[in-house]
């Protein structure tokens, strides 16, 4: 659970940070098209350029944000495993252990589709490091408020992302003192196979989900004790602004983004 | 011999912006039959302190040994820990089966009959509580009955964290009783806010501050010389800090009390002897 990079929040006085989050939501939607559009490798060193140069401002550790690449680490080996490795009699020169061997070009596939995975993890993670889960929300909802013309109740969304954001780190938080109070009646979570394993987390989630429920309880009626009611249209007490320096990130963002998605 | 830790220190979030020195070379030790009482304001290192006598955070440096040898792994039979709010980690479908959880992961032949044994020594009749699901007991009687689940483990060394927190009066009796029993089997650490209803039981008190010891003593020590115990930032309990006003204003005290009634005739005997 240590290793999820989402919704972990650090907070630092940065230009990255103090970016809109409605910027950085655009930023993200714009690198993700890109990363899925691009064919080539240059286009994702241009891509990875760009996210080394926001880490650099954001004064994040840089561990911080590559730790959720090790949450997708299975899925990279499966991704590079998938496309590389071949079944049969392997062609001359070619690596190979028995009727198994390596296809260079399959390889090379998926290396971009690996690395493809990496530029999109660190892209995510810098938005969640970087912008509170209230900010993000708040962002979120504004992005959405067209929507409510159609009857949407963005409000009542919005406020549910804010309080599941918000309530990321403290389950994570509060499975890890369950796991670590069941070890300590001897429970162990890292051995055996996978049935086993999940077998063994049933006295971690059953307390967990029991706690939560009651959380959430709790939470409704001290949110409904200050006048909170859904449907409900409600001001801001920060509204938020788009400065020049979010329409500079936006639009430098937008037009390298769409020229490598046309050109590369 | 006991639960020892020399000189251990942890640092948690190492390496981020979020890096913390929780414990900075703290040397402590809970002899068999001991009850240590362990306070420190919040973010002290009192938690940390009991995660690594329990095996659960590993020191950076310094190490842990429970009667001389290092800890076994998993070292629930050697010390077993009670945390915080620990009727929340309850999941059995009945009471007796969440208190046998722990004996039957370490492999005991007869992990009911030591669930039975743990419920009784908490006050809770397995007849009456054993079959009864563990979400319907009372604060008071779902915390005996979590406090169970560690007892059944058979640990020589038990450790508490915040073990009352939360209870009523007489829900933190309860407990206070059973750490009273319970130290005739084991040595017991309570880490606690509110040390004023473990006096009585108390071996020593250890205070803790910026992840140090800063004070180490009985509660006369804390009477005689109560600012070092001050120096962790904490008020003394009320019924010690009566007798160190008692002493200051020239009270001569024979001895130090640690329940009301004890420290009344501690005074009335120092008011006879004073005229």
């Not at chain 1, 077998?199 to 939560?212: D, G, H, I, R, T």
């Amino acid at each position: 659970m240590r290793v999820l990079s989402i919704g972990q929040y650090i907070p630092t006085d940065s230009p990255v940070h103090g970016l809109d989050p409605r910027t950085k939501l655009g930023v993200v939607a714009l690198v993700t098209v890109a990363l899925f559009s691009v064919t080539r490798f240059e286009a994702f060193a241009v891509l990875a350029g760009l996210l080394v140069l926001a880490v650099r401002l954001s004064r994040l550790p840089v561990r911080s944000v590559l730790r959720g690449i090790k949450a997708v680490g299975v899925i990279l080996a499966i991704t590079l495993a998938a496309h590389s490795l071949r079944w049969g009699s392997p062609p001359a020169g070619v690596p190979s252990a028995g009727s198994l061997w390596l296809d260079p070009a399959g390889a090379m596939t998926g290396v971009f589709f690996a690395v493809r995975i990496v530029l999109l993890v660190v892209t995510t993670s810098m938005l969640t490091l970087t912008t509170s889960p209230v900010a993000l929300a708040d962002g979120l909802e504004r992005l959405m408020r067209p929507l409510a013309v159609f009857g949407v109740p963005v409000g009542d969304v919005a406020m549910m992302l804010t309080v599941a954001l918000r309530f990321i780190p403290t389950t994570a938080y509060e499975a890890e003192q369950i796991m670590m109070a069941q070890a300590a009646r001897g429970a162990r979570f890292d051995q055996g196979g996978p049935i086993r394993r999940a077998k063994a987390l049933v006295p971690v989630l059953v307390p967990l989900f029991v706690n939560l429920f009651r959380r959430a309880d709790v939470l409704a009626i001290a949110m409904e004790s200050r006048c909170y009611a859904s449907g409900r249209r409600r001001t801001r007490m920060k509204e938020l602004v788009m400065r020049a320096s979010d329409w500079f990130v936006l639009i430098g963002s937008a037009v390298l983004c769409v020229g490598l998605a046309l050109v590369m | 011999m006991g639960l020892t830790a020399s000189e251990i220190s942890v640092t948690y979030n190492r390496g981020t912006v979020a890096q913390q020195r929780a414990l900075d070379g703290v040397s402590f030790c809970i002899e068999a039959g001991e009850v240590v009482v362990v306070v420190g304001v919040t973010g002290s290192g009192k938690s940390t302190l009991l995660k690594s006598l329990a095996g659960l955070v590993k020191p950076d440096s310094g190490s842990v040994a429970v009667d001389g040898a290092p800890l076994p792994d998993p070292p629930a039979r050697a010390v077993g820990i009670v945390f915080q709010n620990p009727e929340r980690q309850l999941f059995g479908e009945t009471v007796l089966d969440d208190v046998a959880f722990g004996p039957r992961m370490l492999g005991d032949p007869d992990p009911i009959s030591a669930a039975e044994q743990a419920l009784a020594r908490v006050g809770l009749d397995p007849a009456t509580f054993g079959q009864r699901s563990p979400f319907s007991l009372s604060g008071g009687e779902a915390r005996r009955a979590a406090i169970a689940g560690i007892l059944a483990l058979g640990a020589r060394y038990v450790l508490l964290d915040e073990p009352t927190v939360g209870l009523d009066g007489s829900g933190r009796r309860a407990v206070v009783e059973i750490v009273r029993r319970e130290r005739e089997r084991c040595g017991i650490a309570v880490v606690t806010h509110h040390p004023d209803p473990f006096l009585p039981v108390a071996s020593r008190i250890v205070a803790l501050r910026d992840g140090r010891v800063v004070f180490s003593g009985t509660t006369e020590d804390a009477v005689r010389h109560p600012e070092q115990y001050v120096s962790a930032g904490l008020q003394l309990p009320e019924l010690l800090e009566i007798q160190v006003e008692a002493l200051r204003r020239g009270a001569p005290l024979a001895r130090v009390g640690s329940t009301a009634e004890d420290v009344a005739s501690v005074l009335l005997d120092a008011r006879r002897r004073s005229s």
